[in-house]
């Protein structure tokens, strides 16, 4: 229960159920509100049901909330015409207005699969057999290729679910982008050769179809709601 | 699964006779949503927009939430983006009408208020007085009959805080009832500071 400054209360009025800046009252009528909707949060406390007894504010208060629930939910609602064909035509014109868009992002989804299973088949050796070429350590090629595989995750999650995009977006720039710049640097300072730096065409195509992808319609967020914040109510 | 998420379940394979059961269904609860929360004359075309958004949506819905809420949370941001779009509109007019009062005094270009012809009529009238927040989490438990959970899911808050509103709109509805008339709205007093 909230302590409250007996000094603070204000004179009394003439009971009329209007709120006051009491924090006792807002408490009960919170608690009385909730109760009137079969919610059982915030609990009708002790300390509730005592201010209740006391307060005569709150007992007009709860009469009033009463009545006023009883007549909102009593309204008698509208009968609506049924407009389901002309919904259903409008829909329909918007999905079809709307085709050869989804199947630019759809192509782009199964493009990123694609790069993804390329990505991975080229690294297996790296990875799993510690072979990145003659001069690479057996370590060094596996770090190699988590680092790789973790770019191949990152389209596959966003070929699931396209409002990744952005997200995947942010690690493949910088990845990509270095790869390139350094595959130039190295092939003037004759370190590598363009035919040995091809594979990273891979991560160049993942680029850009991730970039298509984050540039299509931010749909609505999916079906699932913020369970979370039921779990923090209170 | 509800019986309505499973229709939006199947609605996603694009056949329209379950497009058009999923919409037969939910269509009453969202154009009275859009009613309350914006206003009649306007609640056909916002439960169209609605509904657009939603079978664009409708590829990414997912069968473990539920689809009434998914649907209505959809509604109450179509609804919210237009209310946005009102004020910004309202702020541009109020621009132009002072500049128009200066040339042409006592040139009016408010509507006039629909009058409230019946029980429904009043109470909307009552609850478009409450701030949004609040008309939002009344609309949602009392009219439409959610628990504070779902409407907390909708307006995305905890279910506390759909309750706390909730109390503060009965508060302020029973003290609009109480001073008999209801409040003067915005337009009027705007109307009135013009004269």
Same mark, same amino acid.
């Given at each position: 229960?909230?302590?409250?400054?007996?000094?603070?209360?204000?004179?009394?009025?003439?009971?009329?159920?209007?709120?006051?800046?009491?924090?006792?009252?807002?408490?009960?009528?919170?608690?009385?509100?909730?109760?009137?909707?079969?919610?059982?949060?915030?609990?009708?406390?002790?300390?509730?049901?005592?201010h209740?007894?006391?307060?005569?504010?709150?007992?007009?208060?709860?009469?009033?909330?009463?009545?006023?629930?009883?007549?909102?939910?009593?309204?008698?609602?509208?009968?609506?015409?049924?407009?389901?064909?002309?919904?259903?035509?409008?829909?329909?014109?918007?999905?079809?207005?709307?085709?050869?868009?989804?199947?630019v992002?759809?192509?782009?989804?199964?493009?990123?699969?694609?790069?993804?299973?390329?990505?991975?088949?080229?690294?297996?050796?790296?990875?799993?057999?510690g072979?990145?070429?003659?001069?690479?350590?057996?370590?060094?090629?596996?770090?190699?290729?988590?680092?790789?595989?973790?770019l191949?995750?990152g389209?596959?999650?966003?070929?699931?679910?396209?409002?990744?995009?952005?997200?995947?977006?942010?690690?493949?720039?910088?990845?990509?982008?270095?790869?390139?710049?350094?595959?130039?640097?190295?092939?003037?300072?004759?370190?590598?050769?363009?035919?040995?730096?091809?594979?990273?065409?891979?991560?160049?195509?993942?680029?850009?179809?991730?970039?298509?992808?984050?540039?299509?319609?931010?749909?609505?967020?999916?079906?699932?709601?913020?369970?979370?914040?039921?779990?923090?109510?209170g | 699964?509800?019986e309505?998420?499973?229709?939006? !379940?199947?609605?996603?394979?694009?056949?329209?006779?379950?497009?058009?059961?999923?919409?037969?269904?939910?269509?009453r609860?969202? $154009?009275?949503?859009?009613? $309350?929360? !914006?206003?009649?004359?306007?609640?056909?075309?916002?439960?169209?927009?609605? $509904?657009?958004? !939603?079978?664009?949506?409708?590829p990414?819905?997912?069968?473990?939430?539920?689809?009434?809420?998914?649907?209505?949370?959809?509604?109450?941001?179509?609804?919210?983006?237009?209310?946005?779009?009102?004020?910004?509109?309202?702020?541009?007019?109020?621009?132009?009408?002072?500049?128009?009062?200066?040339?042409?005094?006592?040139?009016?270009?408010?509507?006039?208020?629909?009058?409230?012809?019946?029980?429904?009529?009043? !109470?909307?009238?009552?609850?478009?007085?409450?701030p949004?927040?609040?008309?939002?989490?009344?609309?949602?438990t009392?009219?439409?009959?959610?628990? $504070?959970?779902?409407?907390?899911?909708?307006?995305?808050?905890?279910?506390?805080?759909?309750?706390?509103?909730?109390?503060?709109?009965?508060?302020?509805?029973?003290?609009a009832?109480?001073?008999?008339?209801?409040?003067?709205?915005?337009k009027?007093?705007?109307r009135?500071?013009?004269?």
């Amino acid at each position: 229960m909230r302590w409250t400054n007996p000094w603070n209360r204000r004179a009394p009025e003439p009971p009329t159920g209007q709120p006051t800046e009491d924090d006792d009252c807002a408490a009960a009528r919170a608690a009385l509100s909730a109760q009137l909707d079969g919610e059982s949060e915030p609990p009708l406390t002790e300390a509730i049901t005592e201010h209740l007894a006391d307060c005569p504010y709150c007992a007009v208060w709860q009469e009033s909330a009463h009545r006023l629930t009883r007549r909102v939910r009593l309204t008698s609602a509208r009968t609506l015409p049924d407009r389901t064909t002309q919904l259903l035509a409008a829909v329909l014109a918007d999905q079809s207005a709307r085709q050869p868009v989804r199947s630019v992002y759809r192509l782009a989804r199964w493009g990123l699969v694609g790069a993804a299973a390329a990505q991975l088949l080229i690294i297996f050796p790296a990875l799993i057999l510690g072979e990145a070429g003659a001069l690479v350590p057996a370590h060094a090629a596996r770090e190699l290729g988590a680092f790789n595989v973790a770019l191949a995750v990152g389209y596959l999650a966003a070929a699931l679910r396209p409002s990744r995009a952005r997200g995947a977006l942010l690690l493949a720039v910088p990845a990509t982008a270095l790869l390139v710049v350094l595959a130039i640097i190295d092939t003037a300072l004759g370190e590598t050769t363009l035919v040995a730096e091809t594979p990273h065409l891979v991560a160049v195509a993942g680029w850009a179809l991730l970039w298509v992808l984050s540039r299509g319609p931010q749909e609505e967020p999916p079906g699932r709601v913020h369970r979370r914040t039921r779990a923090a109510a209170g | 699964m509800d019986e309505l998420t499973r229709l939006a !379940v199947q609605a996603r394979r694009g056949e329209p006779s379950v497009m058009a059961s999923f919409i037969r269904a939910t269509q009453r609860e969202v $154009y009275s949503l859009c009613a $309350y929360l !914006v206003d009649e004359d306007t609640a056909e075309d916002l439960a169209q927009e609605t $509904y657009l958004r !939603v079978f664009r949506a409708l590829p990414d819905f997912r069968k473990e939430s539920s689809a009434r809420t998914w649907l209505l949370s959809i509604t109450r941001r179509v609804c919210m983006d237009e209310l946005r779009r009102r004020i910004r509109r309202r702020r541009r007019e109020t621009l132009v009408a002072e500049f128009s009062t200066e040339l042409n005094a006592g040139f009016n270009t408010d509507r006039p208020a629909p009058a409230a012809d019946d029980d429904q009529g009043e !109470v909307r009238e009552l609850l478009s007085q409450l701030p949004e927040d609040r008309r939002s989490a009344f609309v949602l438990t009392q009219i439409l009959g959610l628990s $504070y959970a779902d409407a907390g899911d909708i307006c995305q808050c905890p279910a506390g805080t759909i309750g706390s509103r909730v109390a503060r709109a009965r508060g302020d509805l029973i003290q609009a009832l109480e001073r008999g008339a209801p409040r003067r709205t915005e337009k009027e007093v705007r109307r009135d500071a013009m004269d």
